[in-house]
């Protein structure tokens, strides 16, 4: 066919009906075909750019957009398409340029601020990025990603009551955006209301039983509220998904070292460090297994691989000293959780470990001097109390040990053969109080 057999116009009324019904490459041969008749239509040239942007070559889209401005300097919606491509090009600073331009054309033009407004927070700009979010909703408070998007900029800033707001209105404008219960999850985790955060990462699941992501965090949620069987679930979903990432076995061997199912922990752990072999956290988890199971030289080297990989690691350390605990090598004990508590003063658990170390030794004072350290740090720690109570008895300092004692079940809550067996000493003791 004459492509001059038909007016520019015409060849884009047929690029148009091909782009309504998703025939890109057709659209983009009419687009040509309408440049071919008047290299100087502005019109064609950006509607050409749009569909090879809608196809993903936002190189060749550029060029297009490039004509199109150069045929009409004010062309707002150019600017704003090439700053677009630009923006998938991970051109930012360029992009930002484009959609100011688009902003001076029209200063109405609330998707050129939306996109500004990414383009500055992939630069880390958050201020800025707010800034031009906030304008974007301002021209169109009905646009769901302009609030997703300021959402994730509060929470960059670390305003999270006001990333929550938002993250609640892109979900009244769009309850099916998987991404606004994912992240609202994250945003209610980091201000520890885990009950929410689980409601939203449920939801999450529940529009797509297939979102690794949601079920990870889902994953990890559960884990810190010791529901290691819902856990479980959660990641074994994930591994048949996704077979290939270490980073779910280990949290797998997580769910299983809570469940203290310790040899299926330890293959987890084996099969994380096969994909992943520079993890330092892995490591420490697979020596801790190892520890349970009473394998110590493997916890050993476990341990040795976690400092040679991270030598600021505190619960490599810490894993290494409990190690040597049980192998009654306490002076290295005492090193390997003296340099744990070096690189993290309040690491609780090390100070108690010292003091049981010390206590081993008959350095009663010292004991007690670590624990007081340990209660004056988390006053709330139920296990510092039983330990310092347990010092106290073995120096026959009753009532100090009554006292602890007391402040242990005070805090324990549970009643079991632990604090069955303190409820008994201090009755036959003689002591009284209101937790027995």
Not at 192 to 198: D, G, I, P, S, V
Not at 349 to 374: Q, S, W
Request: with cysteine; aromatic share 14%.
């Amino acid at each position: 066919m004459d492509v001059k057999s038909k007016t520019v116009e015409e060849w884009v009324e047929i690029g148009d009906s091909a782009y309504k019904s998703g025939d890109l490459d057709q659209a983009i041969e009419a687009y040509k075909s309408a440049i071919e008749v008047n290299s100087r239509a502005s019109f064609a040239h950006f509607k050409c750019g749009t569909a090879l942007s809608d196809k993903g070559n936002f190189q060749d889209a550029i060029v297009y957009f490039n004509n199109a401005i150069l045929l009409n300097t004010e062309f707002a919606f150019a600017y704003f398409k090439r700053g677009v491509a630009l923006l998938e090009l991970n051109q930012y600073k360029r992009a930002i340029d484009d959609f100011n331009s688009a902003i001076k054309y029209n200063p109405d033009f609330s998707y050129a601020y939306y996109r500004k407004g990414l383009a500055l927070f992939r630069l880390s700009k958050f201020e800025e990025a707010l800034e031009n979010l906030t304008k974007s909703i301002e021209i169109n408070p009905d646009y769901m990603l302009a609030y997703f998007y300021r959402a994730s900029t509060h929470f960059e800033l670390e305003n999270y009551n006001q990333s929550l707001q938002d993250y609640s209105k892109a979900l009244s404008l769009n309850p099916r955006y998987e991404k606004s219960y994912i992240s609202r999850g994250l945003v209610h985790s980091k201000l520890k209301q885990f009950r929410e955060a689980l409601a939203d990462f449920n939801a999450a699941v529940t529009l797509n039983p297939q979102s690794i992501i949601a079920r990870n965090y889902r994953g990890m949620i559960y884990l810190y509220l010791k529901n290691f069987k819902s856990a479980l679930d959660d990641f074994n979903t994930i591994i048949e998904l996704e077979p290939n990432n270490g980073n779910f076995y280990n949290n797998r061997g997580i769910a299983y070292f809570g469940l203290r199912e310790y040899e299926l922990a330890l293959e987890n752990y084996d099969r994380a460090l096969l994909l992943i072999t520079n993890s330092s956290q892995i490591y420490v988890n697979r020596g801790n297994s190892n520890i349970k199971l009473g394998n110590y030289i493997d916890a050993i080297i476990d341990f040795d691989k976690a400092i040679e990989l991270d030598s600021s690691s505190a619960q490599a350390y810490f894993g290494r000293g409990n190690t040597y605990i049980h192998l009654n090598q306490f002076k290295e004990a005492l090193s390997d959780l003296s340099k744990a508590l070096m690189i993290s003063p309040n690491f609780i658990n090390a100070l108690i470990a010292r003091a049981n170390v010390f206590f081993k030794l008959k350095a009663y004072d010292r004991a007690i001097e670590e624990l007081t350290k340990a209660i004056d740090i988390k006053p709330d720690y139920a296990r510092s109390y039983l330990n310092r109570a347990l010092v106290f008895r073995k120096i026959e300092k009753y009532h100090l040990a009554a006292q602890d004692f007391e402040q242990f079940l005070k805090i324990y809550k549970k009643k079991d053969g632990i604090s069955n067996k303190i409820r008994g000493w201090l009755i036959k003791s003689g002591y009284s109080s209101d937790n027995i």
